[in-house]
């Protein structure tokens, strides 16, 4: 190539160059130009929110306040109550749709130690030294919108050979709409207070003797409606509805081929507060053999409810007909049964609050025509409870007593130290 054409050549190229160039910058100058018009125009609408957010803090002046992060509550938020609502347990005989069905169990241990023979107890009638009085696992809650259910499985009756009884829940519901619950299954029957108070929340020890006579176990199968009245009247705002139809022998298979109704209906008023209940169950029982006369298993009771400051209260009475047989697989008749006599029962529990993890209660229990004895058992309980924890709880019992119980539930030692876990 001479010198003429590669002088050719190269200007060619720095023509070319520069065409290229002269294309190029005009687009970036453009793309630039844009960018910096985006920018002017985010700017202005930053600084005109600004102004809206100062002119609103200047009209509201001391009512903003910064909000904090909130803190992380130590337990379920399910879990956390106040005083008032231990003492009246507003959701007494709840159904399982406010909670979603998981995994993992619902555990509870409840260990006792038990000293001091009252008169006339024999080795049958108490529980020697350490026990484990309630051993349980339970599932419950909301399968989908309109299904729920709930199992629990108890393992103290096992050491005693009580198989039937390893099942203590095994229900499902149905939720037609916000204020129906229909229960079908083996669960606690609606009556009073005490019988559907659950262990793991109970104060005293046991139950109230009636508890252990009218209806040893709590539990029985059968079909349960429950009914939320708040929408129906103002004035039947917090009442509850229970109405159900079951076989009537507690654990077991129906051995007398007919049916118990039981209803139930409760209000509770968050004002006063206080909370009032009336129940009733209907029914028939088995006769002792030999026996043609009245066989009636009428029960009816009122309970209360309420608080005053720091003391709470509750009072529960309840009358029916004399329960013949106790709690057996096979009928056990009660030695001293007499068809068409009655029994009645009264309970008063005081709760005292003393700070927020220490109470004290006090607590008067009779039970009158005590189907084994055919007498009269009153029983006077002092206890003081101390919380360990979100998840536990101490609590140390003296009763005077004067005479042996028997049946479910029965506690016939002075002195019950008892000490409750649930997770």
Known sequence: MTTNQISIACS?????????????????KDRIRALEEQLAVTQRQLA?????????IGQLGDRVQPVAPRPVPEKPLEEEDTFTDRILVKDLGHDEREHKLEARPELFIQSRYHALPIKEATSRDIT???????????????????????????????PEGAAEELINDAFLEYYPNQALTFRV?????????DIQHSSSARES????????????????????????????????RGTTFYGGVFNGNRFFNDSNRQ??????????????????GASAQLGKQLLPPGLDRNNNENVYGVDLQFVIGRLGVRAEYAVGNMPSTLLSLEPEFAPGFIPGSYSSAGAVFFNYSVTRNDEIYWRYDQFNNDPVTSKNAR??????????????????????????????????????ITWNVIY
Not at 14 to 26: D, F, H, R, V, Y
Not at 48 to 56: D, I, K, P, S
Not at 140 to 158: C, D, N, T, V, W
């Open 48 to 56: 005109e929110l600004q102004g809206v957010v100062r002119n609103l």
């Open 205 to 236: 020890p046991e139950r109230g003797i009636f508890a252990g006579y009218f209806f040893p176990g709590q539990r029985d199968r059968g079909l349960m409606m429950t009914a939320k009245l708040d929408g129906a009247a103002p004035w039947l």
């Open 259 to 276: 049916v118990n109704y039981n209803f139930r209906v409760r209000k509770v008023m968050d004002s006063v507060p206080v909370a009032i």
């Open 185 to 193: 299954g083996q669960f606690i029957k609606p009556f009073g207070f």
């Open 379 to 416: 029983a006077f309980n002092l206890g003081y409870l101390r919380k360990i924890g979100a998840n536990s709880r101490l609590g140390i019992d003296y009763q005077f007593k004067n005479r042996v119980t028997y049946n479910d539930d029965e506690l016939n030692t002075k002195l019950a």
């Open 128 to 158: 020697p030294n350490l026990g484990l009085n309630r051993m349980e696992l339970r599932w419950a809650g909301r399968l989908s919108e309109k299904i729920g259910m709930g199992y629990e499985i108890q393992f103290h009756p096992a």
């Open 12 to 28: 060619l190229l720095l023509a070319l160059g520069a065409g290229l160039k002269a294309q190029t910058e005009p687009v970036e």
